[in-house]
């Protein structure tokens, strides 16, 4: 059974910084990438970033790209997104979510197994 963790959110200021971590647990050696999501409320599930199982490429949503990464650490079944110079619209709950066959990474329907969420709340 697939378990994904996800911490790491919290209340911050505009302009200020955030590292998520979703560790991941129980079969997932055969999964064929990671993501991260947000949705806010009232609003669609929203892409954010992919990075695939061996860590080689990632994918950025364009409404982060150049303040949000993603990366991975094998050694800890665990991946990261480090999100910079953060506004007020990306406060959201933010998911991470395992892809096996999936072939579209910016759908959610691709994952098969999610976390349960941490907010992430940026004040202006």
């Known amino acids: 059974q697939v378990k994904l963790v996800e911490s790491g959110g919290g209340l911050v200021q505009a302009g200020g910084s955030l590292r998520l971590s979703c560790a991941a647990s129980?079969?997932?050696?055969?999964?064929?990438?990671m993501g991260w999501f947000r949705q806010a409320p009232g609003k669609e599930r929203e892409f954010i970033a992919h990075?695939?199982?061996?860590?080689?490429?990632?994918n950025v949503a364009n409404s982060v790209k150049g303040r949000f990464t993603i990366s991975r650490d094998n050694a800890k079944n665990t991946i990261y997104l480090q999100m910079n110079s953060l506004k007020p619209e990306d406060t959201a709950a933010y998911y991470c979510?395992?892809?096996?066959?999936?072939?579209?990474?910016?759908?959610?329907?691709?994952?098969?197994?999610w976390g349960q969420g941490t907010q992430v709340t940026v004040s202006s």
């Open positions: 990075v695939t199982m061996s860590g080689t490429y990632t």
């Open positions: 129980g079969g997932t050696f055969d999964s064929d990438g």
């Open positions: 979510a395992l892809r096996r066959s999936g072939i579209v990474i910016e759908n959610p329907s691709s994952y098969a197994y």
